[in-house]
């Protein structure tokens, strides 16, 4: 009996496997992977992320911890003011700096013929400034490619004045009068 229980048990599994429908076995491998993700890779996952969300924690702490610290340190008026002064050249730097943006001009293909440069003191003691007068010959992209690369180049410099001429409607070179104004402290500031 149990011989035959043992073969029609056999029959009746090769009938299945031969007959099997697709789409409930189909089903049953999706529950079983999702299970299996479920138990163990997702915990691993969670793991990650708590470990980076403390990480990141950590370093907001320490981010406000440091601008507190940088809130708390006191810094006195006069190291603001020698700050501020630093930024401007010294007046042993006035004509490197003029040296500088005239190798800018040519370096733009700007033709500087002639130059008008005055140091004017200032009345507080602080600052002189000098004034720089440049008539300047070219093209005009050139011209304004030429004052913003210097307005970039010392931040600090003052654009008083252009004047653009063009002698006939047809020439593409343009004259042009700069006026720029350098600051510079005095050695006793």
Do not use: W
């Amino acid at each position: 009996m149990a011989d035959r229980f043992l073969k029609l048990l056999l029959a009746r599994l090769r009938f299945a496997a031969a007959n099997l429908p697709v789409l409930p076995v189909l089903a049953l491998l999706l529950v079983g992977a999702a299970g299996l993700g479920q138990l163990f890779l997702l915990p691993g996952q969670e793991a990650a992320i708590e470990a980076s969300e403390h990480r990141l924690a950590s370093l907001e702490r320490n981010a406000r911890r440091a601008a507190i610290e940088r809130q708390s340190v006191q810094v006195s008026p006069e190291d603001t003011r020698q700050r501020l002064l630093d930024r401007f050249p010294g007046e042993d730097q006035l004509n490197a700096e003029l040296g500088r943006l005239l190798e800018m001009a040519a370096t733009a293909g700007l033709t500087i013929v002639s130059g008008d440069y005055r140091l004017m003191p200032a009345k507080d003691g602080l600052f002189d400034r000098y004034v720089l007068n440049f008539p300047v010959k070219g093209d005009y992209r050139k011209i304004r490619g030429y004052v913003q690369a210097v307005r970039s180049e010392f931040p600090d410099l003052a654009v008083d004045d252009i004047a653009l001429r063009r002698e006939n409607i047809a020439s593409t070179e343009v004259e042009a009068q700069l006026r720029f104004v350098l600051f510079g402290r005095r050695k006793a500031a």
